[in-house]
């Protein structure tokens, strides 16, 4: 039982190129098999590449997640670095006022003790001179 086929110029069928007699494969069914599977390849390999193509935007969106919350961690750390210099800086502020205060009160400490020398050194008996 033959399988019609392609016509010849003269228009009567031939058997197809895959098929003898017999029932062996030609030679051209093995040419056409093989580009067949060339073409089969080709587009397994277009599949696997757009696989991996999606599987890779994954990861990009799972990297710039993580970029995002890391984003996000820093400009807290810098929130909080901004608000312990501001604090920092007004406890020097203070540390400074509280030092200068200091150095205010002993010197008038220093002030009053020389004073109070100077007084007692003016009420101290002294000797009176001869004449």
Same mark, same amino acid.
């Given at each position: 039982m033959s399988v019609p086929g392609p016509s010849s110029p003269d228009g009567a069928l031939t058997r197809p190129p895959y098929c003898l007699e017999a029932g062996e494969p030609t030679p051209a069914f093995f040419k056409i098999f093989r580009q067949n599977q060339v073409v089969l390849l080709d587009t397994l390999e277009q599949e696997i590449s757009k696989f991996?193509?999606?599987?890779?935007? &994954?990861d990009i969106n799972? &990297?710039?997640?993580?970029a995002k919350h890391y984003h996000?961690? &820093?400009v807290n750390i810098r929130k909080?670095? &901004?608000m312990l210099h501001e604090k920092t800086s007004k406890l020097k502020k203070r540390a400074l006022k509280l030092q200068q205060k200091r150095q205010k009160e002993e010197l008038e400490r220093e002030q009053q003790r020389e004073k109070e020398f100077e007084r007692e050194k003016q009420l101290t008996?002294?000797?009176?001179k001869r004449m």
């Open positions: 991996k193509e999606c599987h890779s935007m &994954l799972a &990297l710039f997640a993580e996000a961690k &820093l909080e670095m &901004l008996a002294r000797p009176a």
